[in-house]
């Protein structure tokens, strides 16, 4: 299978929220970055949790035609709303990457 350049990308992000974190304000939190890489690369995010396991969370980013661009700003916001203060110990934030079936 050739995969076109042109090919939008979606993005699958899920990880374990840490034991004891103010669900309140990690949501917040989460939706503030969501914000700020949609103001820079005019992609918004969803943010989901796991049905029957509210510790796993998942961030979808779909339909991304500036890979480059996205994960750039996706890095630096994940760094400058503090993610990692959010995320179990011993676990991490797991990206996937998948494109349409042609």
């Given at each position: 299978?050739?995969i076109?350049?042109?090919?939008r990308?979606?993005?699958?992000?899920y990880?374990?929220i840490?034991?004891?974190?103010d669900?309140?304000d990690?949501h917040?939190?989460?939706?503030?970055?969501?914000a700020?890489?949609?103001a820079?690369?005019m992609?918004?995010?969803?943010?989901m949790?796991?049905?029957?396991d509210?510790?796993?969370?998942?961030?979808?980013?779909?339909?991304?035609?500036?890979?480059?661009?996205?994960?750039a700003a996706?890095?630096?916001?994940t760094?400058?709303?503090?993610?990692?203060?959010l995320?179990?110990?011993?676990?991490a934030?797991?990206?996937e990457?998948?494109?349409?079936c042609a």
């Amino acid at each position: 299978m050739v995969i076109s350049e042109t090919a939008r990308i979606h993005y699958f992000i899920y990880y374990r929220i840490r034991a004891g974190v103010d669900r309140d304000d990690a949501h917040a939190n989460v939706r503030a970055m969501q914000a700020a890489i949609a103001a820079r690369t005019m992609v918004s995010g969803r943010l989901m949790e796991r049905r029957g396991d509210d510790a796993t969370w998942m961030e979808i980013y779909e339909s991304v035609a500036d890979p480059a661009a996205f994960e750039a700003a996706l890095g630096a916001e994940t760094e400058a709303h503090r993610l990692a203060d959010l995320i179990e110990p011993g676990s991490a934030r797991h990206l996937e990457r998948f494109i349409e079936c042609a």
